[in-house]
């Protein structure tokens, strides 16, 4: 049985940071990529964040970039976003969810993946 719980939202000043964690079952990591997506009121979900399942290689929206980082634990079966310098902007709940993939990029376009976990609610505010 497969299952994708994700955690580490919380309320976070400006500028702040946040570890977000996407714990893994019923996957190998080495054969799924792994993306983080967000999604505020009122607007359509998006892509933050992926991970290749292949390569370890990462891609990142341009938004985000520079200021966040993903990175998987094998071993804990987990997969990280840490999130810095937040904005406002950041706020929304994140999602984590799971593709089968095994070229070396992965994508992050939410049509493409098939495994969902539940959300956790990111917000930054003063």
């Known amino acids: 049985q497969w299952q994708l719980v994700a955690s580490g939202g919380g309320l976070v000043q400006p500028g702040g940071s946040l570890k977000l964690s996407c714990a893994v079952s019923g996957f190998n990591l080495d054969l799924y990529d792994i993306g983080w997506f967000r999604q505020a009121p009122g607007k359509e979900r998006e892509g933050v964040s992926c991970?290749?399942?292949?390569?370890?290689?990462?891609n990142y929206v341009d938004s985000v970039r520079g200021r966040f980082t993903i990175s998987r634990d094998n071993a804990k079966n987990t997969v990280y976003l840490q999130m810095s310098s937040l904005k406002p902007e950041d706020t929304a709940v994140y999602y984590c969810?799971?593709?089968?993939?095994?070229?070396?990029?992965?994508?992050?376009?939410?049509?493409?993946?098939?495994?969902w976990g539940q959300g956790t609610q990111v917000t930054v505010s003063s």
């Open positions: 991970i290749s399942s292949s390569s370890g290689s990462a």
């Open positions: 969810a799971a593709r089968y993939d095994v070229l070396p990029a992965c994508l992050t376009t939410s049509g493409e993946y098939d495994y």
